[in-house]
Each structure stands twice: as C-alpha cells, then as structure tokens.
C-alpha cells in the first residue's frame, strides 16, 4: 500500500491523535524492548488508554532546543549533500496488515530522499563516526525507510551550528522483517493487554529483589552469549556435513523434516471464528 501525506505538525493534537492509532517509528524501539526513554510495557499502556507521560520542564526545555537544532540544521544539509528542499512530513503507510507511522524530520518533494536530525551528544556523535549506531537508533531509521519506501536514509546529529557528524544508514532486510514481526506480536498483546493489572502490579525495590534480579539479568546475558556460540557451531557442523548425515565425537547431523499447518490460510479459506477454538492458560513470564 502507497504512503499516505497528512497534513499535519508534529506536536499538535491532531498529530498526537493520529499516534495513538498507528504504530510509529519514534515508538520501534520501545516497541522492540531498547529504548532509552520508554520500556514496552509502558508503550503498550499508552496505546490502549492514551494515557500519556507528563512531559517535566526539563524534558520540554531538551525538546525544544532539539526542535531549534533541527530547524537550522535542516536547509543546510540539504544544500552540503545536494538535496532537494527537505521538509517535515508526518506519513502512514499499511504493510502486512499492520499501521504504520514516520513523522520524518526531512522528506524531499519527490520522496526520493528522508533525513533524521537529532539533537547532537558526543556518545550518538561517535556511534555515527564509526558507523554502528545502538538499536535505540537504528529502529526508528528502520521504520522511515519502509514507510517511505526507501533503501536508506540520511541521519544526522548536530546543535544546528558547528557540532555536527552525518551518515546514510541503509536498510538491514533482516532487520526489516524482525520489525514487522515485532510489531504483529505487539499488536496481539495490544488486543489482551491488562490495564488493571498494570496499574495495580506491585513495584519492589528492596536488597532482596534487587539481588534476585540481577542474578536474572546476569543469567539472561550468559544464556544469550552462550546461545550465539551454540548456533555458530551448529552452522559449522552443518558445513562440515555436507549436505550428508554425518555421526561423530558424540554429536549428529541430520536432516529433519516439518509439516507447518497455517492456521491464518485457513481461517481466511474455511470462514473459521478462532475464538471457537481457543483456550486460555496462565503461565509466568519474567522479562
């Protein structure tokens, strides 16, 4: 489906209504568990109440100088890296189903071309430098390129005069689809999401807690390092194998076979009501 243009400016209300019934790109990270600033849960809550967090002074003063910096920053960098006139665009576009924002600091009149502008601090300053910007950032670039219909887009940070440091980041297909398949689980939990639940939990902080939850963080970091050896080994193994069933030193290789049934193809061909066919069961979850 073709991007839509709305003719709207960040931060009115009829931007902040518009959010609320579209996943946006500002909202990936969150969405993806990285963000700096929102957990999921918390994005989640706002999606299904519209409840949002108060924005304090100092916050609103960081805002506006970020919206200052952009200002001046934008015609300039048009002009240095032979642009066409950027402007400010807010834009949604549907894939797989799923509604999506961008609200895109700089689009070009033909939308051939996008620029992100953030506010400049030395730690995102150097992650540009070397080219390996923080899931925090890479999301939300992620996000405008596939709103846009584009393969990169340009990214920026700058106090609108003399700190300054640029880069094209290009699109990661891989990265792609983990958004879109992000962003269908969040809309499934968006659907069961308990709002009394969440205003209700509990919240602990006591020497307890916080030592159990630290042995939990610590164990889920090993766990994921050790998850990453394994499946670089297997892939090795599977080389060596060649394409045979292979046995030795205690480990095998061998093909295996799955028969996937799909349940979304056949819902759709036979008119099937899933709620019919659903059970419900409580288990614990720790994240």
Not at 31 to 48: A, D, H, I, N, Q
Not at 60 to 85: C, M, P, V, W
Not at 87 to 113: K, Q
Request: some cysteine; aromatic content about 10%; charged content about 30%.
């Amino acid at each position: 489906m073709k991007m839509n243009i709305h003719t709207l400016k960040q931060g009115t209300p009829g931007w902040l209504k518009l959010r609320l019934s579209h996943f946006t790109a500002s909202e990936a990270s969150a969405m993806m568990g990285v963000s700096k600033y929102m957990t999921r849960e918390e994005l989640l809550y706002l999606k299904k109440t519209g409840v949002t967090q108060e924005i304090t002074q100092h916050k609103q003063a960081i805002f506006d100088k970020g919206h200052t910096a952009e200002e001046l920053a934008r015609d300039s960098y048009a002009q240095n890296n032979a642009l066409e006139e950027l402007f400010p665009v807010v834009a949604t576009r549907e894939v797989e189903g799923l509604p999506l924002l961008a609200s895109f600091d700089g689009l070009t009149m033909f939308e051939d071309a996008a620029w992100e502008h953030k506010l400049y601090n030395e730690s995102l300053a150097e992650q540009i430098r070397s080219g390996n910007l923080e899931p925090h950032y890479y999301w939300q670039l992620e996000q405008q390129c596939l709103v846009a219909d584009l393969s990169e887009i340009h990214f920026q940070c700058s106090d609108g005069n003399d700190q300054s440091e640029q880069m094209i980041y290009k699109v990661h297909p891989q990265r792609r689809s983990a958004l879109l398949d992000g962003w269908e689980q969040f809309a499934a939990d968006l659907e069961s999401f308990d709002v009394e639940d969440y205003e209700t939990r509990q919240e602990r902080t006591d020497d307890a807690w916080k030592e159990a939850s630290a042995a939990f963080k610590a164990a889920k970091e090993q766990k994921a390092i050790y998850a990453e050896k394994e499946k670089e080994a297997k892939q090795r193994l599977i080389e060596l194998a060649n394409g045979k069933r292979t046995k030795g030193c205690d480990v095998n290789v061998y093909p295996m076979v799955r028969n996937n049934v799909d349940s979304k193809k056949i819902i759709a061909d036979f008119n099937v009501n899933p709620d019919e066919y659903t059970t419900q069961s409580i288990t614990w979850a720790v994240r």
